[in-house]
T-cell receptor
Framework: NAGVTQTPKFQVLKTGQSMTLQCAQD?????MSWYRQDPGMGLRLIHY???????DQGEVPNGYNVSRSTTEDFPLRLLSAAPSQTSVYFC????????????????FGPGTRLTVT | AQTVTQSQPEMSVQEAETVTLSCTYD???????LFWYKQPPSRQMILVIR??????QNATENRFSVNFQKAAKSFSLKISDSQLGDTAMYFC????????????FGKGTHLIIQP
């Protein structure tokens, strides 16, 4: 298994440009999520999905769109990049949507470092 | 909303020593899970240890163990016989048992193991 893969590893954008960060997993995980990591801070949740066709907002969703057309893929779209979106972005997945009771370990991708100038 | 606080931005110890990283959290829930993640310079997030809130017994994984004090909402990580490879950022994280709202992370502790 490749686990959770993210592309690209690095990206530089100009203010106002749009782009899509790709995330894929080959573990048949239902639950996928996107986090951003800023200096001096832990990871913060942007969007998550509990299965194909279902997405919802996390703590910091503004400026980002997501969709989940397949179980494997969960792309994150920046509609009009801003310098405040300069960050490292992590995708994560786990077997089951979180529910009362057993919770599965989240597997993280290697991250994408995005710089917006 | 829950919060996670790590009050030690940086710690430094000698190789082979024991070190304890602190974490406190705030939640009104009774069903939740706590984690410690390690992030080396490679940036990869690596799960170190997890604790279910309903379990009274503290989790252990080889040299890593936790001191979980539910009433005090405290969740510290003890690393025994520290090794150079333990140098990394360590994040404490919380997730509720009843919702799909992802992990809430602390700001991290940068642990440096000196030779």
């Amino acid at each position: 298994n490749a686990g959770v893969t993210q592309t690209p590893k690095f990206q530089v954008l100009k203010t106002g440009q749009s782009m899509t960060l790709q995330c894929a997993q080959d573990m048949n995980h239902e639950y996928m999520s996107w986090y951003r990591q800023d200096p001096g801070m832990g990871l913060r949740l942007i969007h998550y999905s509990v299965g194909a066709g279902i997405t919802d907002q996390g703590e910091v969703p503004n400026g980002y769109n997501v969709s989940r057309s397949t179980t494997e893929d969960f792309p994150l779209r920046l509609l009009s990049a801003a310098p405040s979106q300069t960050s490292v972005y992590f995708c994560a997945s786990s077997y089951r949507p979180p529910a009362a009771g057993q919770r599965d370990e989240q597997y993280f991708g290697p991250g994408t470092r995005l710089t917006v100038t | 909303a829950q919060t996670v606080t790590q009050s030690q931005p940086e710690m430094s110890v000698q190789e082979a020593e024991t070190v304890t990283l602190s974490c406190t959290y705030d939640t009104s829930e009774n069903n939740y899970y706590l984690f410690w993640y390690k992030q080396p310079p490679s940036r990869q997030m690596i799960l170190v240890i997890r604790q279910e809130a309903y379990k009274q017994q503290n989790a252990t994984e080889n040299r890593f163990s936790v001191n979980f004090q539910k009433a005090a909402k405290s969740f510290s990580l003890k690393i025994s016989d520290s090794q150079l490879g333990d140098t990394a950022m360590y994040f404490c994280a919380f997730i509720s048992g009843g919702g799909a709202d992802g992990l809430t992370f602390g700001k991290g502790t940068h642990l440096i193991i000196q030779p």
